[in-house]
């Protein structure tokens, strides 16, 4: 098998090839068709994420080191499995969901892997998608998502199951009530779909950058604001018509996470995606008295990832924009990934 590797952390990607896996236990083999090549791969190829405030965090502390197979978005036929796999669609097209862990512990157990304490995921621990083949631990973790663009279905393993994770985090929530979004970047956008797809009409989107609120009124958001006036808090609540029930930042600074949190009402929810490193003080009496939640949402589960396919079946989500390139640009893709020159998505193809 062949595959685009890193063998020193910030350089570029170097072809590697070794013997194709054979699929032990419960293990299924699959020829990879598509891979989606997600911008997290960039600060992954560094080695490290940025946390702000002259932090970093390591890719080593996840447990990785060259050479790693990168890419979490992969998609393929299933072609061969180990003996205790059950029941495997040989010759059938699966999404792989790559967030799995340990596979053994409760939460694995009961299809929470992404809140694993050691974490397996297909991209970071595991060998990826920028390869022609693939090792999957176990079937359930194929995804059928028939009837839909592969390509496409591809990219939702990663972004669009993070923010189906994150907005079904608001829930119970009245679709009449208005919810945040805050960051109109590519999560935002998406987060905006999908709480359109979940049925909800009141949107306020805020950002720093006006084509990126006219990207999102073009997304379906009702309502836009720009984060940098001095008076953003004031005028949410005159554009919600008063504090409201659910905010979803998407971008995790200092003023982002505020200025949402600021924004609740009592039982409000605020559900925290970004990852910029923002710090933000929490009085713990005004949480209990106003009965806040402030969760976190990373990623999300297996069944989740099934619901982001149906809601894309069912013609709920629109597709992004997405250009094919061979796996053998997948280097070129990151280094134009990190230059910003890409609009839309690459989906690398074998
Ligand atoms: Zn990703
Ligand atoms: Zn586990």
Redesign the pocket.
């Known amino acids: 098998m062949l595959s685009y590797d890193v063998f020193e952390w910030g350089k570029p990607l170097k072809k590697a090839e070794r013997e194709t896996p054979k699929p032990t236990g419960t293990e299924v083999l699959l020829r990879l068709k598509y891979c989606g090549v997600c911008h997290s791969d960039v600060h992954i190829r560094d080695g490290y994420f940025e946390l702000g405030g002259g932090k970093r965090f390591h890719m080593s502390e996840r447990g990785m080191n060259p050479p790693v197979t990168l890419g979490h978005e992969p998609y393929g036929t299933v072609i061969a499995a180990g003996p205790e796999a059950g029941d495997v669609p040989i010759g059938a097209d699966r999404l792989v969901y790559p967030w799995m862990?340990?596979?053994?512990?409760?939460?694995?157990r009961e299809g929470m892997?992404n809140y694993?304490?050691?974490?397996r995921c297909i991209g970071l621990q595991r060998p990826g998608g920028y390869a022609d083949h693939l090792l999957v631990p176990h079937p359930r973790y194929l995804i059928d998502a028939s009837g839909i663009d592969p390509v496409w279905a591809a990219t939702l393993s990663c972004s669009g199951l993070a923010t189906y994770s994150a907005v079904s985090k608001l829930n119970p929530i009245p679709r009449e009530e208005w919810v945040a979004v805050i960051g109109a970047g590519g999560l935002g956008l998406t987060s905006i779909a999908m709480l359109r797809a979940m049925g909800h009409e009141r949107i306020v989107a805020v950002d720093i950058d006006p084509s990126k609120l006219d990207a999102a009124e073009a997304a379906g958001a009702t309502a836009t604001l720009d984060g940098r006036d001095p008076e953003a808090p004031k005028k949410l609540r005159q554009i919600t018509g008063g504090p409201i029930y659910g905010a979803v930042d998407l971008v995790g600074t200092t003023d982002t996470a505020s200025l949402a949190l600021s924004a609740l009402r009592k039982g409000g929810r605020l559900i925290l995606v970004g990852l910029y490193g923002g710090e933000i003080p929490v009085s713990v009496v005004a949480t209990i008295q106003r009965a806040l939640t402030i969760q976190g949402s990373h990623l999300g589960t297996v069944a989740e990832l099934k619901n982001v396919v149906a809601l894309a079946r069912q013609g709920k989500l629109q597709p992004i924009p997405i250009q094919k390139r061979p796996l053998s640009e997948v280097s070129r893709t990151l280094d134009e990934l990190k230059a910003g020159a890409i609009l839309g998505r690459v989906v690398v193809e074998n």
């Not at 694993?116 to 974490?119: L, Q, T």
């Open positions: 862990g340990c596979g053994t512990c409760a939460r694995c892997d694993c304490m050691a974490p």
